[in-house]
């Protein structure tokens, strides 16, 4: 007398329950939806952010025409920061995609051939490690004047040691499973181990480590505009905006106040949604 | 203490799930119930149920009563109601004797802990166990340890400087220190070797008989069941199939699944009677003689300053099945990862067909040899599916990897072709083993390694295997060297055995020979403990003396 064990439709719900994102990963992806409009439509949006007629000096916000008031050349704080989105997000992404393709290449080669490879590797990252980032930059910028993508360049080599070591401690865990033993057994190319079989296993961490990358390349890339590394005078960028901003911080505070709440909510955002998507890629593949 | 305990309804649900049936049971003080069954069978959420300790999500439900004690077993597992039933009423023996003790305590403050439970409990005063006030305990721990027959210098060891053996005992006395009315042992012995599971089950019964408590001794192996238990539970998907007394369940079983089970477990007692493949095993023993596939010549490894394989030479003919034997950590795997090449041997040499092959991996072809490792649940790549796995496979052994190779690979193995497009964690561990034997078959290897490839599946699912390697073996010629630790699985396949000891090769013969007349000390202690594990050996005479409980 046995009766079919019926599919449990209380258990699914639970499942998607426990999936479903919370009130703040909802609010980190509109954020960064709105980024991506300011991103593709600030050409349609806000065509004169910086070139617009410049009156006399900053107004304060709320003033007719300007919510957030204008800065010291009268440009529009609202325009402005609108129009910065894309340096401030564009570098920190290819910088954070850079340096995991350059940490997946020698994180791979290290940690699987190991040896005189992952002791050539593991030194050269040691002595990038020790470099400080702010003062490597400001000599680069010396040398080589401060253009954003010498910055971004710059940063891409500055944040590889870290996903070269997460990608060789994954990789390094891998190696001895049976199924990279198997493929051994097969003869199959050291390359095609490498990055057929053990990379895409290690991948769940390289993206989470990539997302959180950006966060902190979008703080780091803020930091060098203010300091005035990075993108030229009067382009628009949040970095750049605050220190320009700082002059007239009594007279009109949201210019100072709007980017530097663009940076935090949007580091903020990836953070979130980073670590909610690492959660899932974990959980992918248990039932 | 001696009193009956008895569970009344106790069942396991996961939301709508019942996971297991109502099940009633009595036990009497010094009594022992067997639970038999298969991985995924509940007998481990039962033992989980009893103390309170089931994953989140899941829930029990049902009463177990300790001598008028009662408590429902539907309370949360952190309901303070508990706390006098664990430890006190009943105790949970783990499996795996390397991660239940802490590694960071040594052995005697560990079990010295559990006897401070148990004063607590008495007087109820707040016997606090300071830094060192383990050592009020000092006489007690080693009256225990020798019960146990253990050293008295094991009080004073950190686990990691044990074998798993003693680690176990040392889980046994920390268990049996607080005298509880239930003890319940889930696979105590499964993570031990052969040789070591007999002795560690009977020093359990003898202790638990001897203190008046009742005990549940869980396991997959009904041959370890046998003369230990007094009544014997079969549960299947979360039913009970068969229940009974132990000798009349094991001799007449009603159950067709309980029949399957007992036909299942690998015997070595099937050796005495006529063993099917001995017409086969006497051809090819003969083919060994005049050539001989695989030679192993003085194979040396260490590794720091342990030496892991002494100066081992053995020889493989072709078409036959060699069984390598021992314990862990005799060396037999490192062995086999040095024929393969998959580790660096420090000396001797590996010759194929009489022609030496390289030290490592490079300069060897997939059509040499393959292995099927231990691990149903690694030996895959997770996000490959099993067409991806199966075709690269055969590509590398220069064929095309076309669906219908794949296919013909599966059926080989005895899988359907439509379970090519799932991934390894949509199979069972029995499904992936079988692939990961397609996978090696891809090449069409002239030598087959199989190195425990059965021993993490159950018994049914092991049955199966072997039966199908033993198949393979006649269609394709296949020759195949199988490490074991399990003489059971010995007998079922091999024609000869290896028996390795500390690294080294101590006896080498005919299956029969070595199983049955047994030379070298270890073998004989091997041969020993399997036999009086194994499911038909002197049925009356061991059930005979255990009536008298």
Known sequence: MTTLVQPSRRRGTRRRRRDSPGVLVILSFIVLALVAVAIAFSGVLVPNATTQDILSGSLPAGSAGHLLGTDELGRDILQLTIAGTASAVVGPVVIAVGSMLIGVLFGALAGFLRGSTDWVVGRATDVLLALPVMLVALVVAGILGSGYWVTVGMLVVLFSPSDVRIVRSGVMEQAPRPYVEAAQMLSLSRPRIMFRHIVPNVLPLILTNMLLNIAFALVTLSSLSYLGVGVQAGTADWGRQIADGRSIMFANPAAIIVPAVCIIAVACAINIVGDWLGDRFQNRGVE | MTDTVSVSGLSVRAGDRVLVEPLDARIEGAHCLGLIGESGS?????????????????????????????????????????????????????????????????????????????????????????????????????????????????????????????????????????????????????????????????????????????????????????????????????????????????????????????????????????????????????????????????????????????????????????????ESGSGKSTLARCITGLEMPDAGEILLNGVPLPAGRRGRTPGQMQIVFQDPYSTLNPIFSVRQTLAEALRASGRHGADSEVDELLARVGLDASLAARRPSQLSGGQRQRVSIARALAPDPRLLICDESVSALDVLVQADILDMLAALRSSLGLTILFITHDLGVVSRLADRVAVMSGGALVETGPTVQVLNAPKHPYTMRLSAAARSNSLLANQGEAGGSHDGV
């Open chain 2, 42 to 326: 509940g007998k481990s959420l039962t033992a989980r149920a009893l103390v309170g300790l089931l994953p989140p999500g899941i829930v029990a439900s049902g009463q177990v009563d300790f001598g008028g004690n009662r408590i429902d077993l539907s309370l949360p597992d952190r309901d303070a109601a508990w706390g006098e039933v664990r430890g006190r009423r009943a105790v949970l023996l783990l499996q795996d004797p390397f991660t239940s003790l802490s590694p960071v305590h040594r052995c005697g403050e560990q079990i010295a802990w559990s006897f401070a439970a148990r004063d607590r409990a008495v007087s109820d005063s707040s016997t606090r166990l300071g830094r060192r006030s383990h050592r009020r305990y000092a006489a007690e721990v080693a009256a225990l340890l020798a019960e146990l027959n253990l050293d008295e210098a094991v009080a004073q060891s950190f686990p990691h400087e044990l074998s798993g053996g003693q680690r176990q005992r040392v889980a046994i006395a920390s268990a049996m220190a607080t005298r509880p009315d239930l003890l319940i042992a889930d696979e105590p012995t499964t993570a031990l070797d052969a040789s070591n599971q007999g002795e560690v089950l009977d020093l359990l019964r003898g202790l638990q008989r001897q203190r008046g408590m009742a005990m549940i001794l869980i396991s997959h192996d009904l041959g370890l069941i046998r003369g230990r238990a007094d009544e014997v539970v079969v549960m299947r998907a979360g039913h009970v199939i068969e229940r009974g007394e132990t000798s009349s369940v094991l001799s007449s079983p009603r159950a067709e699944y309980t029949q399957a089970l007992i036909a299942a477990n690998p015997s070595i007692e099937s050796l005495g009677h006529v063993h099917p493949d001995d017409a086969i095993a006497s051809t090819s023993t003969a083919a060994h003689k005049a050539t001989s596939l695989l030679e192993v010549r003085g194979v040396t490894k260490a590794f720091g300053g342990h030496t892991a394989v002494e100066a081992v030479s053995l020889e493989v003919g072709a078409g036959e099945i060699l069984a390598v034997v021992g």
